[in-house]
Every structure is written in structure tokens, then in C-alpha cells.
């Protein structure tokens, strides 16, 4: 554990020596939705493979790298592509850069995903503030030894995502006109899409939408004193809801297809965010 925390260190100086900038909030940009990085002023590109320890994601519409540069006078910290379960990776991978981010001094996350609709009054192409989420059915993220410098043992979910930044987001998304849904994201492992049962259970449970990401980053981020903001972006409607199979294909168009909405609002969130 304690070579852990070594990694962390020199990931986090490694980053520290690529700019002067001192990023205030880090943005986790999903499936599809990594264009809003080419909204950055003054970027400055880091490939992840070129970033000691850290993880090189596999999937399509991941790009891989790591953007710093400011947004509405904000510097910022976006991540092209993320890391899952999925890919073979452990937890402590998936969730490596939240700890990295935190021994950077950032304090605000924004974490975006590609999500399966459950809520039937969900249509593709929603946007959904994430005001809680389901994660019974993977490893807890915080499972071994704990990481004392970042948080407690036991850290308390009650306000996994921030109260306060949900109601920015909802003053944000009224101020430019654009409607958005709010509702609890539910976690699964994937890389196969859920079936229809497990999609009517979860919505038994309260569900609204379902993805394979977020979770683990968000309770990291939490046990880390990190603010938290969740939009899922719904690029279908989840197994069983319509009668048609799932691909990746609609997720990557569905995103495309709303670029421009949710550039707009992250844009003019962000500044409105108050940092220190």
C-alpha cells in the first residue's frame, strides 16, 4: 500500500511539471462526450501512456489523454476516456486518478457518462443530474487497507453528490433553456448490456438509469473531501424498455447527437462553480 501512495506522488508530480496551471476541478468526460475538451483554452495535451503508473483505457470513444487549460476562467482538468471494471482493470486502477487529483489539491470533480434510460419518461438524448446512485453489485472501491491521508474508514454516502452543485446545475441548465431530468444512476459491471430482469429490478429499486462507470470514481472522491457533481447523458433506453437490441454504435451516436447541448451547459456551469 505504501508503494500505493508512492505511485500517487510521482503520477501527480509528473503532471505538476507538464504546466503553471493549477487546476480546481477535474471532469471526467464519458462515452461520446470527450469533444468538450476541445473547449479548453490554452490546452495542454498529456497522452495517459505517457503519465508514469498510469492506466491506458481500451475502449472506443475513450481518447486517452488528459487536457488541462481553463474553461470559462476556470483552469481545469478533463480526462478523455476513463477506466472500467470491464476492461480487466482492478479497482484501484479504475479509481487511480481520483487520488491523483486529490494530491494535486483539487477539491472538484464533475463526472460525465453514457447511460442506459430505466425511467420511462426518459427519452435518448436526455441529460440527468445524478442525485444518487445503486452500486450493491460490484467491489466497494474502498476494499483493503485504508488510505488514511485521503479519508476516514468509514466515510459517510448520504451526500455522494453535492446538494449544492445539483442546484447550480438546475439554475444553470433554466438560465440557457435546456431541460434537465434528474434521477439515481445505478452501477453495473459489465461490458454486456443488463437484461431485461435485471433492468426491471433495478428500476424496482429506484432506479433510473444505468451505467458501467462513475460509482467507484464517486466514492473515492467522497472518502478523498471531494465535491461532487454527476450528469448522465441517456443514449438509450435500457433492456426491456423498447423492444430492440443494444449497441455501442447508438451510445457513440446518441452523444454526438447532443454534443452540443451539453457542451453548452458544462461550459456556463463552470462558470458559475465556486472554487478556491
Known sequence: MDDFIIKISETSQYIQSQTKLIPKIAIILGSGLSPL???IQNPIEIDYKDIPHFPVTTVAGHAGKLVLGEIGGKPVLAM?????LYEGYEVPHVTFAIRVFKKLGIDNLLVTNAAGGINKSFHPGDLMLIKDHISFFAPSSLRG???E???VRFPDMSEAYSKKLIHLAKETSKSIGIDIKEGVYAFAQGPMYETPAEIKALSILGADAVGMSTVPEVIVARHSGMNVLG????TNMAAGILA???NHEEVMKTAKDVETKFTDLV??????????
Do not use: M
Open 37 to 39: 475538451a476541445s473547449e
Open 80 to 84: 478523455k476516456g476513463r477506466f472500467h
Open 145 to 147: 487497507k485504508n488510505l
Open 149 to 151: 491521508e485521503f479519508g
Open 231 to 234: 450528469i448522465s447523458c441517456i
Open 244 to 246: 430492440q437490441p443494444l
Open 267 to 276: 461550459k456556463k456551469l463552470i462558470e458559475s462553480w465556486e472554487v478556491n
